[in-house]
T-cell receptor, first 116, second 113 residues
Framework: DAGVIQSPRHEVTEMGQEVTLRCKPISGHNSLFWYRQTMMRGLELLIYFNNNVPIDDSGMPEDRFSAKMPNASFSTLKIQPSEPRDSAVYFC??????????????FGPGTRLTVL | AQSVAQPEDQVNVAEGNPLTVKCTYSVSGNPYLFWYVQYPNRGLQFLLKYITGDNLVKGSYGFEAEFNKSQTSFHLKKPSALVSDSALYFCAVRVTGFQKLVFGTGTRLLVSP
């Protein structure tokens, strides 16, 4: 299995522009998580989906952030408009279904976002 | 609310020496505890987890962790450190009733040759 795939790996944009981050979870996994990592705030959970349905978006910082999961194999995290303080590494993770997995999450390589 | 604390920002150890990375937890009910490792410019990788059973859990790359209910701790250990173990280590706990994990702030492990 290729693991969790994220694109792009690096994104540099200017303040005010729209940014879309993409994630393909591991096939057969039914939960998907979006995280943000910064030096100041560490690793923060933004939102997670179960069976393509958003379950908890309490970590989404502002209305500028939105996430979708139109099907089991694809999710997007969109920032519109972007601001310099959004600069961070964004991780996607997926989790298999079933009790045996016991909530083990598998992380993608991340997208490093720089907003100038 | 469930939480984990990693009291050390950084741990330094010489290669070949045993290492310990500390984690304490606060949960309601039985804890599901995890350790993840992050190498530079990479995502987090699962190392091991405690759900139930033996208090000593063995994981990847020779790491193990000891669950101690009375001390509410879940310290990560390795008998003999390698330079390649240098990385950022995260402890995490599952939030009861939800599928999400709460991560600690991370501990940077530096193993010197």
């Amino acid at each position: 299995d290729a693991g969790v795939i994220q694109s792009p790996r690096h994104e540099v944009t200017e303040m005010g522009q729209e940014v879309t981050l993409r994630c393909k979870p591991i096939s057969g996994h039914n939960s998907l998580f979006w995280y943000r990592q910064t030096m100041m705030r560490g690793l923060e959970l933004l939102i997670y989906f179960n069976n393509n349905v958003p379950i908890d978006d309490s970590g989404m910082p502002e209305d500028r952030f939105s996430a979708k999961m139109p099907n089991a194999s694809f999710s997007t995290l969109k920032i519109q408009p972007s601001e310099p303080r959004d600069s961070a590494v964004y991780f996607c993770a997926s989790r298999p279904s079933g009790r045996a997995s016991a909530d083990t999450q598998y992380f993608g390589p991340g997208t490093r976002l720089t907003v100038l | 609310a469930q939480s984990v604390a990693q009291p050390e920002d950084q741990v330094n150890v010489a290669e070949g020496n045993p290492l310990t990375v500390k984690c304490t937890y606060s949960v309601s009910g039985n804890p599901y505890l995890f350790w993840y490792v992050q190498y530079p410019n990479r995502g987090l990788q699962f190392l091991l987890k405690y759900i139930t059973g033996d208090n000593l859990v063995k994981g990847s790359y020779g790491f193990e962790a000891e669950f101690n209910k009375s001390q509410t701790s879940f310290h990560l250990k390795k008998p003999s450190a390698l330079v390649s173990d240098s990385a950022l280590y995260f402890c995490a706990v599952r939030v009861t009733g939800f599928q999400k994990l709460v991560f600690g702030t991370g501990t940077r492990l530096l193993v010197s040759p």
